[in-house]
């Protein structure tokens, strides 16, 4: 459980770098957007495994590419379940899952959480 809170944490705070730095994305406050970091992990632990397996034919002849596409669908997905963050598309959305993506990777780099 505290594993799943710093995860969100970490993307909370790439969500709000998301929200500062790209013009489509937007939050209505602190508290939406730590609502929808934990939104997002959920989403990330049930629904993307099933989006992932099937669309792993075109993410192998993408080279991996393809799973940009996905995780901002499920930035769009939070999007469009949370009325307080918002997406204005799929340009925003897929600068915001680089954006989060990375701060996620850098977050979990830093505090070690890949190891077990």
Do not use: C, E, Q
């Amino acid at each position: 459980m505290v594993r799943f809170l710093i995860r969100a944490l970490i993307a909370a705070l790439g969500l709000w770098l998301a929200a500062a730095l790209i013009p489509g994305v937007s939050y209505s406050g602190v508290g939406s957007l730590i609502v929808a970091a934990l939104l997002l992990g959920i989403v990330n632990a049930f629904v993307r495994p099933v989006v992932f397996v099937l669309t792993l034919p075109l993410t192998l002849v993408t080279l991996g590419l393809f799973l940009l596409v996905v995780n901002a669908a499920m930035i769009g997905l939070v999007a469009l379940l949370l009325g307080g963050f918002t997406v204005d598309g799929f340009v925003p959305g897929v600068l915001a899952a680089i954006v989060t993506g990375a701060v996620s990777w850098v977050g979990h780099l830093v505090l070690g959480l890949g190891k077990r």
